[in-house]
Protein backbone atom coordinates (compact mmCIF):
# COMPACT_ATOMS: atom_id res chain seq x y z
CA UNK A 1 0.00 0.00 0.00
CA UNK A 2 1.37 3.37 -1.04
CA UNK A 3 0.43 4.68 2.53
CA UNK A 4 -0.54 3.16 5.93
CA UNK A 5 -4.26 1.71 6.10
CA UNK A 6 -6.89 3.54 7.90
CA UNK A 7 -10.67 2.13 8.91
CA UNK A 8 -12.58 2.84 12.01
CA UNK A 9 -14.02 0.60 14.31
CA UNK A 10 -17.77 1.44 14.10
CA UNK A 11 -17.31 2.80 11.27
CA UNK A 12 -20.36 1.99 10.15
CA UNK A 13 -23.30 3.45 12.35
CA UNK A 14 -24.92 5.99 13.58
CA UNK A 15 -22.73 8.75 12.74
CA UNK A 16 -23.60 8.38 9.18
CA UNK A 17 -26.94 9.95 8.63
CA UNK A 18 -27.16 7.57 5.52
CA UNK A 19 -26.90 4.53 7.84
CA UNK A 20 -29.42 6.04 10.66
CA UNK A 21 -31.89 6.28 7.11
CA UNK A 22 -31.82 2.89 5.86
CA UNK A 23 -32.36 1.55 9.02
CA UNK A 24 -35.40 3.22 10.24
CA UNK A 25 -38.33 1.27 11.64
CA UNK A 26 -35.66 -2.19 11.18
CA UNK A 27 -34.19 -3.59 14.40
CA UNK A 28 -30.38 -3.41 15.04
CA UNK A 29 -30.26 -7.53 15.37
CA UNK A 30 -33.06 -7.51 12.33
CA UNK A 31 -30.81 -5.46 10.05
CA UNK A 32 -28.09 -8.21 10.68
CA UNK A 33 -30.05 -10.90 9.14
CA UNK A 34 -30.92 -8.83 5.95
CA UNK A 35 -27.96 -9.68 3.32
CA UNK A 36 -28.83 -6.57 1.14
CA UNK A 37 -28.90 -4.23 4.48
CA UNK A 38 -25.78 -5.63 5.74
CA UNK A 39 -23.97 -5.11 2.54
CA UNK A 40 -25.48 -1.49 2.39
CA UNK A 41 -24.54 -0.55 5.36
CA UNK A 42 -21.17 -1.95 4.99
CA UNK A 43 -20.16 0.23 2.03
CA UNK A 44 -21.39 3.32 3.37
CA UNK A 45 -17.93 4.51 5.00
CA UNK A 46 -16.13 2.88 2.12
CA UNK A 47 -17.99 4.67 -0.38
CA UNK A 48 -17.63 8.23 1.87
CA UNK A 49 -14.89 8.33 3.70
CA UNK A 50 -12.13 6.26 1.43
CA UNK A 51 -10.73 4.27 4.35
CA UNK A 52 -8.64 1.13 3.31
CA UNK A 53 -11.31 -1.57 4.54
CA UNK A 54 -14.77 -2.51 5.37
CA UNK A 55 -15.81 -3.96 8.38
CA UNK A 56 -18.77 -6.47 8.25
CA UNK A 57 -21.63 -4.84 9.74
CA UNK A 58 -22.92 -7.00 12.54
CA UNK A 59 -22.46 -7.08 16.16
CA UNK A 60 -20.78 -9.26 18.69
CA UNK A 61 -23.97 -10.50 20.07
CA UNK A 62 -25.00 -12.09 16.63
CA UNK A 63 -23.87 -15.75 16.50
CA UNK A 64 -25.35 -16.03 20.34
CA UNK A 65 -28.56 -14.93 18.88
CA UNK A 66 -27.93 -17.28 16.08
CA UNK A 67 -28.12 -20.35 17.97
CA UNK A 68 -30.96 -19.56 20.57
CA UNK A 69 -29.95 -17.43 23.10
CA UNK A 70 -32.95 -14.90 23.88
CA UNK A 71 -31.11 -11.66 23.57
CA UNK A 72 -31.65 -8.13 21.99
CA UNK A 73 -29.67 -5.00 21.80
CA UNK A 74 -31.50 -1.84 23.40
CA UNK A 75 -31.02 1.38 21.66
CA UNK A 76 -28.75 3.49 23.80
CA UNK A 77 -27.92 0.89 26.42
CA UNK A 78 -26.57 -2.56 24.16
CA UNK A 79 -27.09 -6.12 24.46
CA UNK A 80 -29.88 -7.43 26.97
CA UNK A 81 -29.81 -11.10 27.86
CA UNK A 82 -33.17 -12.35 29.19
CA UNK A 83 -31.46 -15.49 31.30
CA UNK A 84 -28.27 -15.19 31.98
CA UNK A 85 -25.84 -17.78 31.79
CA UNK A 86 -24.94 -18.56 35.81
CA UNK A 87 -25.06 -22.42 36.33
CA UNK A 88 -23.37 -25.35 34.90
CA UNK A 89 -27.01 -26.30 33.93
CA UNK A 90 -26.79 -22.73 31.87
CA UNK A 91 -24.11 -24.17 30.04
CA UNK A 92 -26.40 -26.51 28.00
CA UNK A 93 -27.94 -23.56 26.45
CA UNK A 94 -24.65 -22.67 24.48
CA UNK A 95 -24.79 -25.02 21.19
CA UNK A 96 -22.24 -25.06 18.84
CA UNK A 97 -22.65 -23.06 16.35
CA UNK A 98 -23.11 -24.38 12.40
CA UNK A 99 -22.77 -22.36 9.22
CA UNK A 100 -26.46 -22.68 8.61
CA UNK A 101 -27.13 -20.88 11.63
CA UNK A 102 -25.75 -18.05 10.19
CA UNK A 103 -26.37 -18.39 6.42
CA UNK A 104 -27.29 -14.51 5.74
CA UNK A 105 -23.58 -14.09 6.92
CA UNK A 106 -22.29 -15.70 4.15
CA UNK A 107 -24.38 -14.36 1.49
CA UNK A 108 -24.18 -11.25 2.88
CA UNK A 109 -19.84 -11.44 2.44
CA UNK A 110 -20.77 -13.07 -1.32
CA UNK A 111 -22.17 -9.60 -2.08
CA UNK A 112 -19.63 -7.38 -0.16
CA UNK A 113 -16.79 -9.15 -2.38
CA UNK A 114 -18.09 -8.68 -5.20
CA UNK A 115 -18.74 -4.72 -4.64
CA UNK A 116 -15.59 -4.32 -2.57
CA UNK A 117 -13.14 -5.25 -5.78
CA UNK A 118 -9.81 -5.22 -4.08
CA UNK A 119 -10.97 -3.26 -0.71
CA UNK A 120 -10.40 -5.93 1.79
CA UNK A 121 -13.24 -6.62 4.47
CA UNK A 122 -13.25 -7.20 7.68
CA UNK A 123 -14.64 -9.77 9.75
CA UNK A 124 -14.79 -10.38 13.48
CA UNK A 125 -16.08 -11.82 16.77
CA UNK A 126 -16.51 -11.11 20.01
CA UNK A 127 -13.61 -12.57 22.14
CA UNK A 128 -14.80 -14.93 24.89
CA UNK A 129 -14.41 -12.74 27.91
CA UNK A 130 -16.22 -9.93 26.49
CA UNK A 131 -18.99 -12.19 25.23
CA UNK A 132 -19.04 -14.03 28.80
CA UNK A 133 -19.54 -10.34 30.62
CA UNK A 134 -22.62 -9.90 28.54
CA UNK A 135 -24.24 -13.45 28.84
CA UNK A 136 -23.32 -13.25 32.53
CA UNK A 137 -23.83 -10.11 33.75
CA UNK A 138 -27.33 -10.42 31.23
CA UNK A 139 -26.07 -7.04 30.13
CA UNK A 140 -23.76 -3.90 29.84
CA UNK A 141 -21.73 -3.84 33.20
CA UNK A 142 -19.04 -1.49 34.53
CA UNK A 143 -17.71 -3.62 37.40
CA UNK A 144 -18.47 -7.03 35.98
CA UNK A 145 -19.16 -8.58 39.43
CA UNK A 146 -21.43 -11.42 38.34
CA UNK A 147 -18.48 -12.28 35.66
CA UNK A 148 -16.00 -12.33 37.85
CA UNK A 149 -17.82 -13.85 40.69
CA UNK A 150 -18.07 -17.30 38.70
CA UNK A 151 -13.87 -16.54 37.13
CA UNK A 152 -13.05 -16.34 40.67
CA UNK A 153 -15.15 -18.18 42.96
CA UNK A 154 -16.02 -20.85 40.29
CA UNK A 155 -13.35 -21.88 38.10
CA UNK A 156 -14.18 -25.01 36.61
CA UNK A 157 -17.69 -23.24 35.38
CA UNK A 158 -15.68 -19.90 34.08
CA UNK A 159 -13.11 -22.29 32.00
CA UNK A 160 -15.95 -24.58 30.22
CA UNK A 161 -18.22 -21.14 29.49
CA UNK A 162 -15.28 -20.02 27.83
CA UNK A 163 -13.89 -23.07 26.14
CA UNK A 164 -17.65 -22.98 25.28
CA UNK A 165 -17.71 -19.14 23.49
CA UNK A 166 -14.55 -20.14 22.05
CA UNK A 167 -16.10 -22.78 19.67
CA UNK A 168 -18.50 -20.58 19.22
CA UNK A 169 -16.53 -17.51 17.98
CA UNK A 170 -14.12 -19.91 16.14
CA UNK A 171 -16.65 -21.22 14.28
CA UNK A 172 -18.88 -18.02 13.24
CA UNK A 173 -14.93 -16.58 12.22
CA UNK A 174 -14.50 -19.71 9.67
CA UNK A 175 -18.02 -18.65 8.38
CA UNK A 176 -16.63 -15.38 7.73
CA UNK A 177 -13.46 -16.01 6.45
CA UNK A 178 -14.78 -18.79 3.94
CA UNK A 179 -17.07 -16.78 2.26
CA UNK A 180 -14.37 -14.21 1.56
CA UNK A 181 -13.41 -11.86 4.39
CA UNK A 182 -9.59 -10.94 4.26
CA UNK A 183 -9.05 -10.15 7.84
CA UNK A 184 -10.81 -11.00 11.53
CA UNK A 185 -10.55 -9.03 14.50
CA UNK A 186 -11.15 -10.19 18.11
CA UNK A 187 -12.50 -7.66 20.05
CA UNK A 188 -12.35 -8.14 23.49
CA UNK A 189 -13.58 -4.68 24.06
CA UNK A 190 -13.87 -5.00 28.19
CA UNK A 191 -10.84 -7.61 29.02
CA UNK A 192 -8.90 -4.32 30.19
CA UNK A 193 -11.02 -5.17 33.51
CA UNK A 194 -8.67 -8.04 34.21
CA UNK A 195 -5.33 -7.92 36.18
CA UNK A 196 -2.33 -9.47 34.28
CA UNK A 197 -2.48 -13.18 35.94
CA UNK A 198 -6.32 -13.35 35.86
CA UNK A 199 -6.21 -12.41 32.22
CA UNK A 200 -3.22 -15.57 31.70
CA UNK A 201 -5.03 -18.13 33.75
CA UNK A 202 -8.34 -17.17 32.86
CA UNK A 203 -8.91 -15.58 29.60
CA UNK A 204 -5.80 -16.43 27.30
CA UNK A 205 -6.40 -20.11 26.70
CA UNK A 206 -9.75 -19.02 25.46
CA UNK A 207 -8.79 -16.41 23.17
CA UNK A 208 -5.79 -18.06 21.98
CA UNK A 209 -7.70 -21.16 20.89
CA UNK A 210 -10.35 -18.54 18.97
CA UNK A 211 -6.95 -17.52 17.22
CA UNK A 212 -5.08 -20.49 16.59
CA UNK A 213 -8.23 -21.99 14.76
CA UNK A 214 -8.42 -19.49 12.60
CA UNK A 215 -4.59 -19.57 11.85
CA UNK A 216 -4.53 -22.09 9.21
CA UNK A 217 -6.26 -19.55 6.57
CA UNK A 218 -3.14 -17.11 6.30
CA UNK A 219 -5.39 -14.10 6.62
CA UNK A 220 -4.44 -11.70 9.39
CA UNK A 221 -6.25 -11.69 12.42
CA UNK A 222 -6.43 -8.57 14.94
CA UNK A 223 -7.07 -8.05 18.28
CA UNK A 224 -8.59 -5.49 20.28
CA UNK A 225 -9.66 -4.46 23.74
CA UNK A 226 -9.79 -0.89 25.85
CA UNK A 227 -7.82 -0.42 28.89
CA UNK A 228 -5.07 -2.96 27.94
CA UNK A 229 -1.95 -1.35 28.42
CA UNK A 230 -1.23 -4.15 31.11
CA UNK A 231 -1.78 -7.08 29.15
CA UNK A 232 -0.62 -5.91 25.55
CA UNK A 233 2.12 -8.49 26.30
CA UNK A 234 -0.28 -11.03 27.10
CA UNK A 235 -2.62 -10.31 23.81
CA UNK A 236 0.26 -10.38 21.35
CA UNK A 237 1.36 -13.84 23.23
CA UNK A 238 -2.80 -15.27 22.46
CA UNK A 239 -1.39 -15.43 18.87
CA UNK A 240 -2.69 -12.60 17.12
CA UNK A 241 -0.75 -10.62 13.63
CA UNK A 242 -2.11 -7.31 14.70
CA UNK A 243 -2.49 -5.98 18.36
CA UNK A 244 -5.04 -3.06 18.61
CA UNK A 245 -4.13 -0.31 21.36
CA UNK A 246 -6.27 2.37 22.86
CA UNK A 247 -5.12 5.70 22.56
CA UNK A 248 -3.81 5.40 27.06
CA UNK A 249 -0.69 3.80 25.68
CA UNK A 250 1.55 5.67 22.64
CA UNK A 251 2.38 3.14 20.30
CA UNK A 252 5.73 3.29 20.27
CA UNK A 253 5.76 1.97 24.26
CA UNK A 254 2.88 -0.16 22.90
CA UNK A 255 5.80 -1.94 20.95
CA UNK A 256 8.23 -2.24 23.40
CA UNK A 257 5.00 -4.00 25.47
CA UNK A 258 3.98 -6.22 22.65
CA UNK A 259 7.39 -7.46 21.37
CA UNK A 260 8.81 -8.39 18.13
CA UNK A 261 7.38 -10.10 15.28
CA UNK A 262 3.42 -7.89 15.45
CA UNK A 263 1.63 -5.53 13.70
CA UNK A 264 -0.28 -2.70 15.86
CA UNK A 265 -3.52 -0.85 15.41
CA UNK A 266 -4.67 2.49 16.43
CA UNK A 267 -5.07 4.74 18.45
CA UNK A 268 -5.93 8.41 18.31
CA UNK A 269 -8.59 8.80 20.90
CA UNK A 270 -11.73 9.21 19.68
CA UNK A 271 -13.36 12.19 21.40
CA UNK A 272 -10.30 14.14 19.60
CA UNK A 273 -12.65 14.01 16.69
CA UNK A 274 -14.83 17.08 18.77
CA UNK A 275 -12.45 19.07 19.00
CA UNK A 276 -11.28 21.75 16.14
CA UNK A 277 -9.52 20.34 12.75
CA UNK A 278 -5.91 21.40 13.64
CA UNK A 279 -6.63 19.86 17.18
CA UNK A 280 -7.27 16.51 15.25
CA UNK A 281 -4.18 17.31 12.92
CA UNK A 282 -1.91 17.98 15.92
CA UNK A 283 -2.67 14.27 17.81
CA UNK A 284 -2.85 12.35 15.01
CA UNK A 285 0.55 13.53 13.97
CA UNK A 286 1.82 12.49 17.55
CA UNK A 287 0.01 9.00 16.63
CA UNK A 288 1.64 8.96 13.31
CA UNK A 289 5.15 10.02 14.54
CA UNK A 290 4.91 7.37 17.56
CA UNK A 291 3.88 4.33 15.05
CA UNK A 292 6.93 5.57 12.74
CA UNK A 293 9.71 2.53 13.75
CA UNK A 294 6.82 0.01 14.21
CA UNK A 295 6.99 -3.17 12.14
CA UNK A 296 3.86 -2.64 10.93
CA UNK A 297 1.05 0.09 11.44
CA UNK A 298 -2.89 -0.18 10.50
CA UNK A 299 -4.24 3.52 11.94
CA UNK A 300 -7.45 3.54 13.68
CA UNK A 301 -8.97 5.11 16.68
CA UNK A 302 -8.69 3.99 19.98
CA UNK A 303 -12.00 2.84 20.39
CA UNK A 304 -15.07 3.09 18.05
CA UNK A 305 -16.65 6.15 16.23
CA UNK A 306 -18.67 7.89 18.83
CA UNK A 307 -22.35 8.24 17.50
CA UNK A 308 -22.41 12.21 17.77
CA UNK A 309 -19.17 12.09 15.82
CA UNK A 310 -18.92 14.71 12.44
CA UNK A 311 -18.42 12.19 9.50
CA UNK A 312 -16.53 15.20 8.09
CA UNK A 313 -14.02 14.92 10.94
CA UNK A 314 -13.88 11.26 9.73
CA UNK A 315 -13.25 11.92 6.17
CA UNK A 316 -10.48 14.59 6.60
CA UNK A 317 -8.39 12.20 9.15
CA UNK A 318 -8.57 9.59 6.33
CA UNK A 319 -7.66 12.08 4.07
CA UNK A 320 -4.63 13.46 6.60
CA UNK A 321 -3.17 9.94 7.47
CA UNK A 322 -3.08 9.01 3.82
CA UNK A 323 -0.97 12.16 2.42
CA UNK A 324 1.39 12.41 5.56
CA UNK A 325 2.40 8.85 5.36
CA UNK A 326 2.54 8.83 1.06
CA UNK A 327 5.90 6.41 0.13
C1 LIG B 1 -18.94 -4.28 22.93
C2 LIG B 1 -19.43 -4.44 21.51
C3 LIG B 1 -20.80 -4.55 21.11
N1 LIG B 1 -20.82 -4.65 19.74
C4 LIG B 1 -19.54 -4.61 19.24
C5 LIG B 1 -18.65 -4.51 20.34
C6 LIG B 1 -17.16 -4.52 20.24
C7 LIG B 1 -16.67 -3.20 19.76
C8 LIG B 1 -16.65 -2.13 20.82
O1 LIG B 1 -15.90 -2.32 21.81
O2 LIG B 1 -17.33 -1.14 20.66
C9 LIG B 1 -19.08 -4.75 17.86
C10 LIG B 1 -19.80 -4.05 16.79
N2 LIG B 1 -21.11 -3.63 16.76
C11 LIG B 1 -21.37 -3.05 15.57
C12 LIG B 1 -20.23 -3.16 14.75
C13 LIG B 1 -20.30 -2.73 13.30
C14 LIG B 1 -19.21 -2.67 12.42
C15 LIG B 1 -18.38 -1.40 12.55
O3 LIG B 1 -17.47 -1.35 13.38
O4 LIG B 1 -18.62 -0.46 11.75
C16 LIG B 1 -19.22 -3.75 15.52
C17 LIG B 1 -17.79 -4.06 15.14
C18 LIG B 1 -22.64 -2.46 15.14
C19 LIG B 1 -23.52 -1.87 16.18
N3 LIG B 1 -23.82 -2.38 17.41
C20 LIG B 1 -24.72 -1.56 18.04
C21 LIG B 1 -25.02 -0.47 17.19
C22 LIG B 1 -25.96 0.66 17.53
C23 LIG B 1 -27.38 0.19 17.42
C24 LIG B 1 -28.21 1.00 16.50
O5 LIG B 1 -27.70 1.59 15.52
O6 LIG B 1 -29.43 1.00 16.71
C25 LIG B 1 -24.29 -0.66 16.01
C26 LIG B 1 -24.30 0.19 14.76
C27 LIG B 1 -25.32 -1.83 19.37
C28 LIG B 1 -24.35 -2.21 20.42
N4 LIG B 1 -23.76 -3.43 20.53
C29 LIG B 1 -22.88 -3.42 21.60
C30 LIG B 1 -22.95 -2.13 22.19
C31 LIG B 1 -22.17 -1.68 23.41
C32 LIG B 1 -23.87 -1.37 21.44
C33 LIG B 1 -24.23 0.08 21.60
C34 LIG B 1 -25.57 0.33 22.21
C35 LIG B 1 -25.99 1.75 21.92
O7 LIG B 1 -25.24 2.67 22.27
O8 LIG B 1 -27.06 1.92 21.35
C36 LIG B 1 -22.00 -4.56 21.98
Redesign the pocket.
Known sequence: MPHTPVW???????SLPE??KV?EGI??LE??TRPDLVAE??LQ?VRRHNVDAA???????VPLKAIGIDLD???????LVERPIRTRADLDRLRDLTPEDVSYVTEAIGLLTRELGPTPLIG?A?APF?LAS?LIEGG?SRTFENAKAMMYGDPGLWAELLDRLAGITAAFLKVQIEAGASAV?L?D??VGALAPADYRRSVLPASAKVLDAVAGYGVPRIH???GTGELLHLMGEAGADVVGVDWRVPLDEAARRVGPGKALQGNLDPTVLFATPEAVETKTREVLDAAAALEGHVFNLG???P?ATDPDALTRLVEYVHTHTAR
Not at 8 to 14: C, D, L, T, V, Y
Not at 73 to 78: C, E, F, S
Request: hydrophobic letters at 35%; glycine letters at 12%.
Open positions: FMRQAGRYRRPMSCITPIYYSDIVIKPGIGPFGTYPQFSWFGVHGVP
